[in-house]
């Protein structure tokens, strides 16, 4: 996920809630624009609990905060947000390092989990011995990435991202290929290269206007995510440049630009909006928060055309956690709302709200979750689709340079390769240099 403009996440979700709505997910607020420092009680007494997040993070406009001041009549709430996580994560790590102006509760993105639990642990309380958390609740590679080394939990999942497949019905059809979601799913099943071979067929129809991906980094990324081990190994070692899975998913990235599969479109830009409008894509890496995202920009014409498909291999994009830092004024009723804004019945709520995907398993057995259809892809039961992509996810090691590395292998390298027709090998030389320098190596 990118976080050069704006965290992508915070993007789609924006869209999702303008999106989908019809019971499925509600309307949004603004979040404000600064951050604020650490609750103490209000004018009326109460206990003020301030909670630090990044973008429309989803918990104060899903009505969890209200929910939980009407039972707790001595709590009040009060949240603060940056819009781009890029600003809000540099604030963080200066705020935890000399103890002051953070709020009660901090959010923490996925990106830079691995930073705040190796350099800032020690600053956080530990949420796994709050009471009515479960670790079982949780699915074991969401909880082990908001833990220390040290078995220290200091942040508690929010949401995730498993990854699907979105793809157009209408241009499979002129392509001879399945329009049955299941039946697309076979194609590629259990391998990205048969990903590859089907854009090579898909291509070889010449479907008018429409070429087989969006862009060459988000195969990339989708295949990064879906690897048991990406850019650090499990005992912190970073191993970006040796890890195969790393390269082959390079070049097999590269491989869908260099046979002219992709739109060259950059993610996240009014290009890649457009090209959503103009139809001229036909399969996108997504997450449940994806799915708002191509309404919203596909609008009205492209409802019914497209369809959910699992990816060839489980894999997350996206995802926050909850952290109460140990300089907190009110750490204990802030643990205490930390709990049960993470639990399940309150992700569910969550998810049907704001389409936010649980990172509480247990949450997958209620019926906002598991029952739970969209009907712009043709009612296709996204529910089903997510939970069985969440379960697959691997257990993947997270190192504090993941965000630099994921930038710029994308945004710099592949970037290069997609659209200016860099080779592969030169590509990757320039990523990899730019790595170098914003890791000082």
């Not at 350099?119 to 011995?129: E, P, R, S």
Request: proline residues 5%.
């Amino acid at each position: 996920m990118r976080t050069r403009i704006r965290s992508p996440r915070r993007v789609a979700v924006l869209a999702t809630v303008a999106a989908l709505g019809a019971g499925l997910l509600a309307g949004c607020a603004d979040d404000g624009d600064s951050s604020g420092p650490s609750g103490g009680t209000d004018a009326g007494g109460k206990t003020k609990i301030t909670v630090g997040v990044f973008g429309a993070f989803g918990l104060k406009e899903a009505g969890l905060y209200d929910e939980y001041m009407k039972l707790h009549k001595d709590i009040v709430i009060e949240q603060t947000s940056i819009e781009r996580s890029e600003n809000y994560r540099p604030q963080l790590l200066t705020h935890l390092a000399s103890g002051s102006g953070l709020a009660d509760i901090q959010a923490i993105e996925f990106n830079y989990v691995a930073e705040i639990t190796e350099t800032q642990g020690d600053k956080l309380v530990d949420l796994g011995k709050a009471e009515g958390v479960k670790k079982d609740n949780f699915l074991p590679w969401k909880w082990e990435q908001g833990t220390t080394k040290a078995g220290k939990t200091v942040g508690l999942g929010t949401d995730i991202g498993p990854t699907g497949i979105c793809y157009r019905k209408d241009y499979f059809e002129q392509a001879g290929l399945p329009t049955d979601r299941e039946a697309v799913g076979k194609l590629w099943a259990g391998d990205w290269q048969k990903y590859l071979e089907v854009g090579k067929q898909f291509k070889s129809k010449n479907v008018k206007g429409a070429t087989f991906v969006d862009a060459a980094s988000g195969v990339m990324n989708a295949m990064l995510g879906s690897s048991s081990e990406r850019f650090y190994d499990k005992d912190g070692k970073l191993v970006y440049k040796t890890n195969p899975a790393v390269r082959d998913a390079w070049d097999t990235a590269a491989s869908f630009s260099e046979a002219g599969l992709t739109a060259k479109v950059q993610q996240f830009t009014p290009p890649w909006d457009q090209a959503f409008a103009n139809g001229r894509f036909a399969t996108v890496t997504c997450p449940p928060w994806m799915l708002g995202y191509i309404q919203d920009k596909a609008g009205a014409a492209g409802k019914d055309k497209w369809d959910v498909a699992p990816a060839p291999k489980p894999g997350n994009w996206g995802g926050s956690y909850l952290a109460v830092p140990e300089a907190g004024k009110n750490k204990e009723e802030a643990t205490k709302l930390v709990a049960w804004l993470t639990a399940p019945e309150q992700q569910a709520k969550l998810f049907e709200k704001r389409g936010s995907f649980p990172s509480a398993q247990a949450a997958y057995s209620l019926p906002q979750v598991s029952g739970a259809k969209h009907p712009y892809f043709g009612n296709a039961p996204i529910g089903q689709i997510f939970i069985d992509a969440a379960k697959g996810v691997p257990v993947q090691p997270v190192g504090p340079g993941d965000l630099v590395i994921s930038q710029n292998l994308g945004d710099v390298g592949m970037l290069q390769v997609d659209q200016k027709g860099v080779s592969a090998a030169d590509g990757w030389k320039a990523a990899t240099k730019a790595i170098d320098n914003a890791l000082d190596k």
